[in-house]
Structures are given as C-alpha cells and as structure tokens.
C-alpha cells in the first residue's frame, strides 16, 4: 500500500509508480509460477531460466532481433484493445484484424512492386490499417444494427479471417511455383528498413513507439479523445449529461481499433515475415489482452506490457531450443497470468475491465 507521503504526490507521479509496482508483482508471480511448471514437468530449473533470460535479454541481438521484434505486433494489437475498451468495447477481434491488416498489405503489394518504395511503403501500412478497420467495422455495424454482442461477433470474425487468409495462401495470393501455401516473397525494395545492421530490428518499433505517444496525447489532451473515455466510464451519463454522440463514438472508437491493429499485421509483414501464410500469427491478438490489461489500458504503459511478453516469447523460444523445454510450458503461464490480471483486477475494485464496460453503449446516439 502505498504510504500517506507518496500519496501525496502528483498524479503523474504516482500512477507510473503502481503501474511499475503491479508490472513487478506480476512478473515476480510468473517467475514462481514457472519455476514451479518446470518442478512438475521434470526439468532443471536452473538452465531452463538462464535459456530463458538469454534468449530474451542475453545479447544485444536476443533483445533487438527477438525480444522488441516480437514487442511490435504485441504492442500494436495491445493499443487496438486497450482503445476498444477504453470506449466500453469488448473487442476480441485484434487477432482478425491483424490477419486482415497483413492479408490486404500482401495484395497490394503485387501491384505496388515497381513504385518508389517512398511512396509504397506508407501506401501498404495504410492499406492494412484500413483493412483492419473495415474488419472491425463488421462487428460495429452488427452491433449497431442488429444488437450483435462485439464478443461473439469479433471471435466469429477472428475464425473467418483464418480461413479467408489460408484461402488467399492457397488461389490468389499463393507464390508462383504453388508449392508451398504462402505468398510470395516480399520485394526487398519495400521491406521495412532495418535500423541497426546485422539485427532484425526494423523501423516498425520506432513507429510502435509513435503510435503509443500520439494515442496517449489523443486520450488525454483531445475533446475526442475525452468523448471515448467519458462513454467508457458511462454512456448514458456521457449522453444524457454531456451530450455526446454515444453511437458514432463508439464506432470511430472500433474503427481506430481495428486500424491499429490491422497496422500492426501490415507492419509484421513488411518487417518480418516478408511473406503471408497460414498461421501467420500465432496468436498475437489474443496475448494483446493480457498486454492491455497488465498495463492498465494506458497506451505508454501498453509498450511496456508488450516488451515483458515479447521476452517471454522470445525466452519461451530459447528455452525450448537450448534446455528442451516445450514453449507450451510458458504459454500456460501467460494464460495464469491472464487469469491473475483479471481476478486481481477485480480484488482491488477497479476493475480495468469494468470500467470501460461498465455500462452498454446506447443503441442510438443524441
């Protein structure tokens, strides 16, 4: 608990400090939780971690071409949920997005070929964000038209983008030989440019990290950025008291989630990847949530967040390859902590979730 002194101090001041304290309580409850996974399961505890803290944090080319790699996919679908249920949103769908933001880049790609990679490369993050917001906007038109819950429309949605994304794989979009069930290899011209040489660390982390601060500076310093937070917190008030356009907030609200998260496939595919197929993500939507809920739904606490589960990924890899340590072991932690995060969430009364959602956004706008 915090102390009547530090109370005291400013709000800028304070909230940081608890968003540290929580990340480090969590992270301590996961290590115990590990430790112990790895007692059942029979393998030695002491060179599965050091596999562990190598592959996330053992070399300069472990934490620039695996850890932050893999924080930029995590990070982008973060802020697409953490904004969704900023405005009362309980949208599940990153994951779909993300295929359809990195899905709709593939294709534009072709035509785009032999265009000034100046001009390309911001014209293909474009067209996935786009992508991403318009399959988001299924969900909000369901919503809006047909009382559609954005939970069971957006999962639904995630299973379709799959299959729409293994259909492109395997007709339209197959490379040319048809051998394999993926695109073909991205033009090296329109790759993402990579910041340091000899590493994987591409130009979409600094873009991460723009993202982040102009969603934060949205939020906190915008009339529509207060419109989104006000509807999350109540609807109802925000319409009745404040005269807010609770519907056409809401669904600008789920078009800018779904455009974050559709970015962040595009940018998994110009900067990784360089080609799509089946499984292109291996679930970066769904780990988002943890993502979004460890850092509180606040957009720079959301980088963070993204980097802690981009090393566990990372170290999950490492350990499987160096100390035969499935990496399933580490994704059951991931999806303790989720339960963790949420009951501790609920235990200390303000809830993350339930201070988004607390009440449904009205049907109908003033």
Do not use: K
């Amino acid at each position: 608990m915090m102390s009547r002194r530090a109370a005291q101090w400013p709000r800028q001041i304070r909230e940081p400090l608890r968003q540290a304290g929580i990340l480090l309580g969590v992270a301590a409850i996961a290590l115990l939780m590990l430790v112990g996974l790895l007692l059942l399961t029979g393998h030695a505890v002491g060179p599965a971690l050091s596999a562990l803290v190598r592959g996330a944090v053992g070399s300069s080319y472990a934490f620039t071409s695996a850890t932050l790699v893999r924080m930029v996919p995590l990070g982008f679908a973060g802020l697409a949920v953490s904004l969704a249920f900023r405005a009362g949103l309980l949208n599940v769908g990153a994951e779909g997005q993300l295929l359809m933001g990195a899905a709709a880049a593939t294709a534009l790609s072709l035509p785009l070929a032999h265009v000034s990679p100046w001009l390309a490369i911001p014209l293909l993050l474009l067209c996935g964000g786009v992508a991403g917001a318009g399959w988001a906007g299924v969900a909000a038109v369901l919503r809006a038209r047909f009382g559609v819950l954005e939970v069971i429309s957006t999962i639904m949605l995630n299973f379709l983008a799959l299959y729409v994304t293994g259909y492109l794989v395997r007709g339209p979009l197959q490379e040319p030989t048809r051998i394999n069930p993926q695109s073909d290899t991205l033009p090296s011209a329109l790759q993402l440019p990579v910041l340091l040489d000899g590493t994987r660390l591409h130009a979409g982390v600094p873009l991460l990290v723009l993202a982040a601060v102009l969603m934060w500076w949205w939020l906190s310093h915008t009339a529509s950025g207060f419109r989104v937070r006000a509807v999350g917190a109540s609807p109802s008030a925000a319409q009745s008291a404040g005269g807010i356009n609770v519907s056409r907030t809401v669904l600008l609200a789920f078009l800018g989630s779904g455009l974050l998260a559709g970015l962040g496939g595009a940018v998994e595919y110009l900067g990784i990847t360089f080609a799509l197929y089946e499984n292109f993500s291996p679930g970066y939507g769904y780990t988002a949530i943890a993502v979004a809920l460890l850092a509180r739904l606040h957009p720079l606490g959301v980088l963070v967040s993204a980097l802690v589960f981009g090393a566990l990924d990372a170290g999950a890899n490492a350990m499987q390859r160096d100390a035969g340590v499935p990496n399933v072991v580490v994704s059951v932690v991931v999806a303790m902590l989720i339960l963790l995060i949420v009951a501790a969430d609920r235990f200390v009364g303000q809830s993350t979730i339930a201070r988004g959602t607390s009440g449904r956004p009205a049907e109908s706008g003033t």
